[in-house]
């Protein structure tokens, strides 16, 4: 008998989550001073930020095959 897969969709837009991830490394690299953790930080808030940009290039009308 085969296994079901798990198929619970995400409850936040991958733009929502994208985001969030941002919104949070920020915060929390405003508090620390700078050194390699803080540097990390913006760099995941940085990336989700283009992530997010990339996805909603993926997802513009533009880019639709014509039918």
């Known amino acids: 008998m085969k296994k079901k897969r798990n198929r619970s969709r995400p409850v936040l837009s991958l733009q929502e989550r994208l985001k969030q991830v941002a919104s949070l490394a920020r915060a929390k690299a405003d508090g620390l001073p700078p050194g390699q953790e803080r540097d990390r930080l913006i ?11 990339i996805d909603r290039w993926l997802a513009s009308p533009e880019l639709r095959s014509p039918r």
């Not at 760099?43 to 940009?53: E, G, I, L, N, R």
């Open 43 to 53: 760099q995941t808030a940085v990336s989700s930020d283009a992530a997010a940009a």
